[in-house]
């Protein structure tokens, strides 16, 4: 009913940059909040960055002022801007989304299938 699908992952080098871009599709009444977590291997899924639906952003120390998170509403996309990239930036990136489907529904947290960004020389 509602598919949340990423792209952008892959291969790049400590002090590079990469987009990450997620679109919500399907049965979609409203979106509030929208966000990215990761997973390192061997380690717990931790949240990166969220946007409210009215654009207040919130960050994890460890990527504030290096990412950017962004959405464009009228597409039901999130993104995530990634520059300065470290090697401990390497991780599964899932972007997740609160979605409502009708006017009389509750709100849904929906996820993504996630994407791997691997940062290394």
């Known amino acids: 009913q509602v598919q949340l699908g990423e792209s952008g992952g892959g291969l790049v080098q400590p002090g590079g940059s990469l987009r990450l871009s997620c679109a919500a599709s399907?049965?979609?009444?409203?979106?509030?909040?929208m966000g990215w977590y990761r997973q390192a291997p061997g380690k717990q899924r931790e949240l990166v960055a969220t946007?409210?639906?009215?654009?207040?952003?919130n960050y994890a120390s460890s990527v504030k002022g290096r990412f950017t998170i962004s959405r464009d509403n009228a597409k039901n996309t999130v993104y995530l801007q990634m520059n300065s990239l470290k090697p401990e930036d390497t991780a599964v990136y899932y972007c997740?989304?609160?979605?409502?489907?009708?006017?009389?529904?509750?709100?849904?947290?929906?996820w993504g299938q996630g994407t791997q960004v691997t940062v290394s020389s």
């Open positions: 399907g049965s979609i009444f409203s979106i509030n909040t």
């Open positions: 946007i409210t639906s009215g654009g207040t952003s």
């Open positions: 997740n989304a609160y979605v409502r489907t009708g006017t009389s529904t509750p709100v849904y947290l929906y």
